[in-house]
């Protein structure tokens, strides 16, 4: 891989990006035309993604293919391009400079006076379109980089100044490393991507990385209430911001919380002791009084005002996944979530125990082989907050099934703690399951990072 940043060189005009229809590299695109560079990229399959991009004016090719690259200046990949890729090959034989996909993000983040980054094994994509609608509420006009999806914004990137740069950082493969931030938001730190990490010591070490990357005169905005963050705190040298709602250290606190009727939470918010303001969230769960802690450190330190903090906050519904309504049928609720992790679980599904409701059911979709065999205990004493578990075949994502693990072991193990549990191989035979045993004023949810989101959105089609 050639060191260089794209961004600073006058020969570099053309780029291309393979993988172009992915969640990043399509919103990466568009910020790279938007900065005048002529884009074009492949993808294995039409996406809504590449139509959009289409739509831009940008060329997509469909299918992986040598004859695609048609001398670049650079060629962009993401961490699922291998070496055998074949437009990769053909960049490699021709001398054309290649830079993944985490490098060029923090190459642009170079062109932006405050970076932010917002990190942490759980609630990235929630506490970034926080900040990203506190800002946009405060007139910064800010450019939006985002994991999962907004309406507020279209998507899940939208190109503003040159001033703030607002981007998740992910910590898989320590891509984070690649970022230039000025200021850096830490939410928690648990172990996963065990396919990549070899331990707790290894992640914590990324992060602790990470957070060096911030300058002097940056910020490190963090919860204190978290011991692996609080261990960090000890170890960096920039400016440091606390939140949290269990620690009377913390510098931004709640108290006197209480939910409504859909699990939604007010608080009083609380800095350095103080009581400033009355707080009303639009999306459930006492995590979520956590993320919006970290996104009002974040962007009251950024120079945003109250008024447009608590504003901002009481409008944001929550992006795409994240404990989304996809709809109502014969009033049962179907919700979507983008819970993956134990820890994840557990918090959707309490939130879920505070809205109204009968019986709340749980279709989860186990993601990676990897991550399941090694959480499996702590995946199953997750679920003690819902009613009935319904367990589908584990996503594999860019795993390969060893043969060590399977869904049907998981709801074993559910089972042994004391809860329904039931494992159940189709889709199909999932909806028909539901649509004859939900009753009027239950909750399902359908969760994980795969597509189980399909079962209900089909339980809710009148058939």
Request: glycine share 8%; charged share 25%; proline share 3%.
């Amino acid at each position: 891989m050639h060191d260089l940043n794209p961004l600073e060189s006058s020969e570099i005009k053309n780029v291309h990006m393979i993988g172009i229809g992915g969640s990043s590299m399509s919103g990466l695109a568009e910020i790279l035309k938007n900065l005048g560079y002529n884009v074009t990229g492949s993808d294995d399959r039409q996406s809504k993604a590449t139509d959009r991009l289409q739509e831009a004016g940008i060329k997509v090719s469909i299918g992986l293919k040598p004859e695609n690259i048609q001398n670049p200046d650079l060629v962009v990949y993401t961490v699922a391009v291998k070496d055998d890729n074949p437009e990769l090959m053909r960049a490699r034989e021709l001398g054309v400079p290649v830079l993944d996909r985490a490098a060029l993000l923090g190459n642009i983040m170079k062109r932006y006076r405050y970076g932010i980054a917002i990190s942490g094994t759980h609630g990235k994509t929630t506490t970034t379109s926080m900040i990203s609608l506190i800002m946009l509420e405060s007139q910064c006009n800010p450019t939006i980089h985002i994991g999962g999806e907004l309406d507020a914004i279209g998507g899940n990137t939208r190109v503003g100044g040159t001033r703030y740069f607002i981007t998740e950082a992910c910590e898989y493969y320590e891509s984070f490393l690649k970022f230039n931030p000025y200021m850096a938001v830490i939410l928690n730190i648990e172990l996963d991507h065990i396919d990549y990490f070899k331990d707790l010591d290894h992640f914590k070490s990324a992060f602790h990385k990470f957070a060096s990357l911030v300058p002097q005169e940056g910020y490190m905005v963090a919860c204190i209430d978290d011991p692996n963050v609080g261990q960090l705190l000890e170890k960096i040298s920039c400016k440091k911001i606390t939140y949290g709602i269990k620690s009377d250290r913390a510098v931004w606190s709640a108290r006197d919380i209480v939910f409504d009727s859909l699990g939604c939470a007010s608080y009083t918010l609380l800095h350095e002791g103080c009581e400033l303001e009355e707080i009303s969230l639009n999306v459930p769960g006492v995590h979520n009084v956590n993320n919006s802690l970290a996104a009002i450190a974040a962007s009251h330190t950024l120079g945003c005002g109250m008024e447009s903090i608590k504003n901002a906050l009481g409008k944001f519904g929550g992006a795409h996944k994240r404990f989304e309504l996809k709809g109502i049928r014969n009033n049962i609720k179907v919700i979507d979530d983008y819970a993956h992790h134990p820890s994840e679980v557990k918090a959707t599904l309490k939130a879920a125990k505070n809205a109204e409701h009968k019986k709340l059911w749980c279709v989860f979709q186990p993601h990676t082989y990897s991550r399941t065999k090694a959480f499996l205990n702590d995946f199953a004493g997750a679920f003690q907050d819902a009613d009935t578990i319904i367990v589908s075949d584990i996503y594999a994502a860019r795993e390969q099934n060893k043969g060590e693990i399977h869904a049907s072991i998981l709801a074993e193990k559910i089972g042994l703690n004391g809860k329904e549990a039931i494992y159940m191989h189709s889709f199909d035979t999932i909806v028909d399951y539901l649509k004859a045993e939900t009753a009027p004023g239950d909750l399902i949810i359908t969760m994980g990072a795969g597509d189980i989101s399909k079962v209900g959105e089909r339980f809710l089609e009148n058939k």
